[in-house]
């Protein structure tokens, strides 16, 4: 069953938002495992949320409508319940684009979920204006896409090393080294790291490590059916050991179990990365 149907991100939105997923269907109950992405959140629920969980605390109910930011996730997985309906879309911002567009540094978001009206106030209003003559599930990404257009015209930058980072890691599907990475950059690894981290929310080594996740993730929705050991190679693991270690470590199971499972329910949001991806 697809879940959230996926949307592009707009010229003027491209390098904040990376895209839209918007899902409006009776459920009855579904849960929905997430592991880290690599990047954060800006959403809104209109109705059918039940609960959300992450690393083992339940964060309070958020009562629909209620718009959200969710930062990253860090060593854990959320898990998200819906009860009888789910109403709720989804902004997934670039590594950069929650500090660029709204400037809350990444590192204040770990593994929490908060509210747009006590984080972001003034952008919460005008996008709650737009969202008072919604009639039909389309015009919730209108509303919100005319909402983001507006908050960027108060966009700041992000250090050009740190945007070229995440540049360079997402390129390279995440294998690349962290020694490469101050190469080509030419800073300080402390600068880096501490920069990185304050911004994004994860170290550059953790994003690699996510990045790499992600694409294993794209080589098994595109249907190619690989042997453990090809898949490992495949996104750039040199030993099966390291490879195992690296999905245990983003959907707490064994490879195998994970590639036997519903990989859809892993995450409805989850970046495809490919060649043909810009």
Same mark, same amino acid.
């Given at each position: 069953?697809?879940?959230?149907?996926?949307?592009?991100?707009?010229?003027?939105?491209?390098?904040?938002?990376?895209?839209?997923?918007?899902?409006?269907?009776?459920?009855?109950?579904?849960?929905?495992?997430?592991?880290?992405?690599?990047?954060?959140?800006?959403?809104?629920?209109?109705?059918?949320?039940?609960?959300?969980?992450?690393?083992?605390?339940?964060?309070? =109910?958020?009562?629909?409508?209620?718009?959200?930011?969710?930062?990253?996730?860090?060593?854990?997985?959320?898990?998200?319940?819906?009860?009888?309906?789910?109403?709720?879309?989804?902004?997934?911002?670039?590594?950069?684009?929650?500090?660029?567009?709204?400037?809350?540094?990444?590192?204040?978001?770990?593994?929490?979920?908060?509210?747009?009206?006590?984080? /972001?106030?003034?952008?919460?209003?005008?996008?709650?204006?737009?969202?008072?003559?919604?009639?039909?599930?389309?015009?919730?990404?209108?509303?919100? =896409?005319? /909402?983001?257009?507006?908050?960027?015209?108060?966009?700041?930058?992000?250090?050009? $090393?740190?945007?070229?980072?995440?540049?360079?890691?997402?390129?390279?599907?995440?294998?690349?080294?962290?020694?490469?990475?101050?190469?080509?950059?030419?800073?300080?690894?402390?600068?880096?790291?501490?920069?990185?981290?304050?911004?994004?929310?994860?170290?550059?080594?953790?994003?690699?490590?996510?990045? =790499?996740?992600?694409?294993?993730?794209?080589?098994?929705?595109?249907?190619?059916?690989?042997?453990?050991?090809?898949? /490992?190679?495949?996104?750039? $693991?040199?030993?099966?050991?390291?490879?195992?270690?690296?999905?245990?470590?983003?959907?707490?199971?064994?490879?195998?179990? $994970?590639?036997?499972?519903?990989?859809?329910?892993?995450?409805?949001?989850?970046? =495809?990365?490919?060649?043909?991806?810009?």
């Amino acid at each position: 069953m697809e879940i959230y149907k996926k949307y592009p991100t707009s010229s003027k939105l491209f390098r904040y938002i990376k895209g839209y997923h918007v899902a409006d269907q009776k459920v009855n109950d579904l849960t929905v495992q997430s592991p880290p992405t690599g990047y954060p959140l800006l959403g809104h629920i209109w109705k059918g949320i039940g609960t959300v969980d992450v690393a083992g605390e339940t964060i309070p =109910q958020m009562k629909p409508p209620v718009s959200h930011f969710s930062g990253q996730l860090y060593k854990t997985n959320a898990c998200v319940h819906w009860k009888g309906h789910i109403g709720h879309i989804l902004a997934e911002f670039t590594a950069t684009g929650l500090y660029e567009l709204f400037g809350i540094y990444g590192d204040t978001l770990v593994n929490r979920t908060v509210s747009v009206n006590e984080t /972001a106030s003034e952008f919460a209003a005008v996008l709650q204006a737009k969202l008072n003559g919604v009639k039909d599930t389309e015009d919730y990404l209108i509303c919100l =896409q005319q /909402a983001l257009k507006w908050q960027a015209g108060k966009a700041i930058s992000a250090p050009d $090393f740190v945007v070229k980072a995440v540049r360079l890691i997402e390129e390279a599907y995440g294998d690349i080294k962290l020694k490469h990475l101050i190469e080509e950059l030419n800073i300080p690894e402390r600068t880096l790291t501490s920069r990185f981290k304050k911004i994004v929310g994860v170290s550059p080594k953790y994003f690699s490590r996510i990045t =790499q996740f992600n694409y294993i993730v794209s080589i098994i929705l595109s249907g190619e059916e690989l042997p453990l050991s090809h898949l /490992a190679a495949e996104a750039g $693991f040199y030993d099966q050991a390291h490879f195992t270690k690296t999905v245990q470590e983003f959907v707490l199971n064994a490879p195998s179990r $994970f590639l036997e499972g519903d990989v859809s329910k892993v995450s409805s949001f989850i970046r =495809q990365m490919n060649k043909n991806t810009p």
